[in-house]
Nanobody, 119 residues
Framework: QVQLVESGGGFVQPGGSLRLSCAAS????????MGWSRQAPGKQRELVAR???????NYADSVKGRFTISRDNAKNTVYLQMNSLKPEDTAVYYC?????????????WGQGTQITVSS
């Protein structure tokens, strides 16, 4: 069984910063892409950022220059550093990872963590 556990969500004022963490645990052989998506009320879930096993990264245009994704392969953990937060960043943030645990890759999701940006 594989689990993704997120931490670091909360409330922050506009212009502030938060750092999200997501640790994968369980019967893990290898992890390919790890990433973060978000879903705001009434909107579809959207990809925020992803990082492949090395250092290759992709970002949504709306967060480029403000968010930074990174990973610690030794800890099976992915991070999202969020700076210059805006009210429109308010959403539930989900981490996800392509994990090989039983001989093939499967996409796993975390439970989600709420980020609220408001004055």
């Amino acid at each position: 069984q594989v689990q993704l556990v997120e931490s670091g969500g909360g409330f922050v004022q506009p212009g502030g910063s938060l750092r999200l963490s997501c640790a994968a645990s369980g019967s893990i052989v290898t992890i390919n892409t790890m990433g973060w998506s978000r879903q705001a009320p009434g909107k579809q879930r959207e990809l925020v950022a992803r990082i492949i096993s090395g250092t290759s990264t992709n970002y949504a245009d709306s967060v480029k220059g403000r968010f930074t994704i990174s990973r610690d392969n030794a800890k099976n953990t992915v991070y999202l550093q969020m700076n210059s937060l805006k009210p429109e960043d308010t959403a539930v943030y989900y981490c996800h990872a392509e994990i090989n645990s039983v001989g093939y890759y499967h996409l796993y999701w975390g439970q989600g963590t709420q980020i609220t940006v408001s004055s």
